[in-house]
T-cell receptor, first 113, second 113 residues
Framework: GNSVTQMEGPVTLSEEAFLTINCTYTATGYPSLFWYVQYPGEGLQLLLKATKADDKGSNKGFEATYRKETTSFHLEKGSVQVSDSAVYFC????????????FGTGTSLTVIP | EAQVTQNPRYLITVTGKKLTVTCSQN?????MSWYRQDPGLGLRQIYYSMNVEVTDKGDVPEGYKVSRKEKRNFPLILESPSPNQTSLYFCASSSGTLHYGYTFGSGTRLTVV
């Protein structure tokens, strides 16, 4: 079946620290992979995506590379800011199970000045 | 602006009083979905619709109804709300293929007392 596993939080970093949030997936087909971000009191926003192996998604200084060999899609940012404090969700979409979307459980990030 | 609009943003109601949460999208998307978000449980899909007059159950459909009479609208109906339906609800839409990801509404925080 299809599933997404992401590292548990909460994660607390100092401003300008390097961020990695791990995400691994299980998929029977050829999924697309996503990172969504949820700022306090808001809905989920698409942060970045990758639709095939070796693709790199990037946005707002965040990056993630679709690694088929390790079934991973880790989120990274070189220098976090206080404004990056949010909950981050890894997700995949797959055709083989009726066009479904699978979310990880979310990782809460707090960046302190 | 491309968006998914949910109303209301906040709602407090009493047990058993029927309510409807509206959802509308202006992107001509075929696929729409309702999720609920609860602490420690992540996002769980309630119902989804692949097109007009086509709806199907997600992971937690009990106690909810939906309809898709028009492409742009996908209301969520709680015929007899109960306290365990207190949650944060999100509507989302996507083009026919979920490989491009979802666009989410801002959420509806429902409290049933």
């Amino acid at each position: 079946g299809n599933s997404v596993t992401q590292m548990e939080g909460p994660v607390t970093l100092s401003e300008e620290a390097f961020l990695t949030i791990n995400c691994t997936y299980t998929a029977t087909g050829y999924p697309s992979l996503f990172w969504y971000v949820q700022y306090p009191g808001e809905g989920l926003q698409l942060l970045l995506k990758a639709t095939k192996a070796d693709d790199k998604g990037s946005n707002k200084g965040f990056e993630a590379t679709y690694r088929k060999e390790t079934t991973s899609f880790h989120l990274e940012k070189g220098s976090v800011q206080v404004s990056d404090s949010a909950v981050y969700f890894c997700a995949l979409s797959a055709w083989d199970t009726g066009n479904q979307f699978y979310f990880g459980t979310g990782t809460s990030l707090t960046v302190i000045p | 602006e491309a968006q998914v609009t949910q109303n209301p943003r906040y709602l407090i109601t009493v047990t058993g009083k029927k309510l409807t949460v509206t959802c509308s999208q202006n992107m001509n998307h075929e696929y729409m979905s309702w999720y609920r978000q609860d602490p420690g449980l992540g996002l769980r899909q309630i119902y989804y619709s692949m097109n007009v007059e086509v709806t199907d159950k997600g992971d937690v459909p009990e106690g909810y109804k939906v309809s898709r009479k028009e492409k742009r609208n996908f209301p969520l109906i709680l015929e007899s709300p109960s306290p365990n339906q207190t949650s944060l609800y999100f509507c989302a839409s996507s083009s026919g293929t979920l490989h491009y990801g979802y666009t989410f509404g801002s959420g509806t925080r429902l409290t049933v007392v």
